[in-house]
């Protein structure tokens, strides 16, 4: 059995400051304590401050700016959609917001695809379609699942599409366990996602976009009831 990697001190500094970020306790726009002060409250040094600052600085929470001090960032003004995983790993309610993105952008993402009707695309998008029903087990049915797509965002032929769709799966990544409940049934799977891959291979946008939009509705009510 492989061992489980142990929290080190700087982690443990980090999940700290970025609730107490998230939550309000340090709001945006405002400067954090001096160093010294800061790393007395947790309980720290200041290089182990130093090194959860660096962090959270590269996550986009913090920004320091050299004799002047650390801020925290306007992340919900200035942030970008990497900072998702981590809002979701905070609160669910950001889940809600993901899938009405997912569903607008995954019916969008549909309909190019059909309109382009690129051959070695529909061919990759049959055989990962395929993969769906032959997959064992709730999570492997939910990643062969994934796949198809981000065919489909390949298959647009547009790279911005497919980071918006690494971008959305990513980003419910930290609880895509409790949202298994589609993917239980491989059959069933199947029979959800068909529709989209066969109007994709049809080149009819707009059966494209219905099928993607249904696909992508049904699944976010299992989802969201699982969650719930």
């Known amino acids: 059995m ?14 700290r400051l970025r609730e107490d970020i998230l939550t309000g306790r340090h709001p945006a726009g405002s400067y954090l304590p001096p160093e010294r002060s800061l790393a007395d409250g947790y309980g720290v040094t200041r290089t182990t401050l130093k090194h959860a600052f660096g962090r959270l600085v590269q996550a986009g929470l913090l920004e320091t700016r050299h004799g002047v001090g ?9 942030g970008g959609a990497d900072l998702l995983p981590m809002l979701v790993r905070h609160s669910p309610d ?56 981000r065919a489909l965002a390949r298959a647009t032929g547009n790279r911005v599409y497919v980071l918006l769709t690494n971008t959305l799966f990513n980003a419910y990544l930290p609880v895509r366990a409790a ?18 891959v066969e109007a994709v291979e049809a080149g009819d946008r707009a059966a494209a976009h219905a099928a993607a939009d249904a696909y992508l509705t049904a699944t976010e009510r299992i989802m969201l009831e699982d969650l719930a």
């Open 70 to 78: 650390t801020r925290v960032r306007d992340y919900a003004r200035l």
């Open 179 to 196: 949202l298994a409940g589609p993917f239980t049934d491989p059959e069933a799977a199947y029979a959800r996602l068909a529709p989209v």
């Open 2 to 15: 492989e061992t489980l990697p142990r929290e080190t001190i700087v982690d443990v500094l980090e999940h």
């Open 94 to 149: 950001w889940i809600g917001e993901i899938f009405e993105v997912r569903r607008g952008v995954g019916a969008l993402i549909a309909e190019r695809a059909a309109a382009r009707r690129d051959t070695g695309a529909v061919t990759e998008l049959r055989r990962l379609l395929d993969a769906v029903r032959e997959a064992e087990g709730g999570d492997a049915v939910q990643l062969a699942d994934a796949e198809v797509h």
